[in-house]
Antibody
Framework: QLQLQESGPGLVKPSETLSLTCTVS??????????WGWIRQPPGKGLEWTGS???????YYNPSLKSRVTISVDTSKNQFSLKLSSVTAADTAVYYC??????????????WGQGTMVTVSS | EIVMTQSPATLSVSPGERATLSCRAS??????LAWYQQKPGQAPRLLIY???TRATGIPGRFSGSGSGTEFTLTISSLQSEDFAVYYC?????????FGQGTRLEIK
């Protein structure tokens, strides 16, 4: 049974870097069949894709965040990570990690983590 | 980027009735469209991908249709557990984009 679990600090100070990790269990993150992505949701608002990574390290980022976001993968730990620099209150959100297929016709997010709330505040 | 627009923002329907939710893309996404259901405090759940293919375990009362720029999610006979927020998402082109959501509430 595939599971994704986000972890990281729940509180980050303005101007600092938000760092989250998603641990994948029940499947190998090195599968050639999937991308691994981050999606965020500010309180009371909709979903925003942050970026995705392939096990080889190829990355795709939301242009609105591209200058501040870095996604990396650690295949030895079956994890992938998100770093978002220079955070402000606008980055306060629930952050989800999720999987989506590399097959273009079925590349929806089919498995999600439970989400982790990150608050940016001094 | 492709902008996804959902309508209406809120839909009030009685249990047992049919609900029809709409999603429009700013340019063609072919059939590369998904629908998700999200309940309070939960992660989104994939309902439909490929515009019309139900994900594993999704009841038959959920159906999707459309292609190109116009899409519809239909829930044929609303159950109490169906009242939630629904999002469409295109995966035709990077960046991946979501609609703003439709809140389905009990009438």
């Amino acid at each position: 049974q595939l599971q994704l679990q986000e972890s990281g600090p729940g509180l980050v100070k303005p101007s600092e870097t938000l760092s989250l990790t998603c641990t994948v269990s029940g499947d190998s993150i090195s599968s050639s069949s999937y991308y691994w992505g981050w999606i965020r949701q500010p309180p009371g608002k909709g979903l925003e894709w942050t970026g995705s990574i392939y096990y080889s390290g190829s990355t795709y980022y939301n242009p609105s965040l591209k200058s501040r976001v870095t996604i990396s993968v650690d295949t030895s730990k079956n994890q992938f990570s998100l770093k978002l620099s220079s955070v402000t209150a606008a980055d306060t959100a629930v952050y989800y990690c999720a999987r989506h297929s590399t097959v273009s016709s079925s590349s929806a997010f089919d498995m999600w983590g439970q989400g982790t709330m990150v608050t940016v505040s001094s | 980027e492709i902008v996804m627009t959902q309508s209406p923002a809120t839909l009030s329907v009685s249990p047992g009735e049919r609900a029809t939710l709409s999603c429009r893309a700013s340019q063609s996404v072919s059939s590369n469209l998904a629908w998700y259901q999200q309940k309070p405090g939960q992660a989104p759940r994939l309902l439909i991908y490929g515009a019309s293919t139900r994900a594993t375990g999704i009841p038959g009362r959920f159906s999707g249709s459309g292609s190109g720029t116009e899409f519809t999610l239909t829930i044929s006979s609303l159950q109490s557990e169906d009242f939630a927020v629904y999002y469409c998402q295109q995966y035709s082109k990077w960046p991946l984009t979501f609609g703003q959501g439709t809140r389905l509430e009990i009438k």
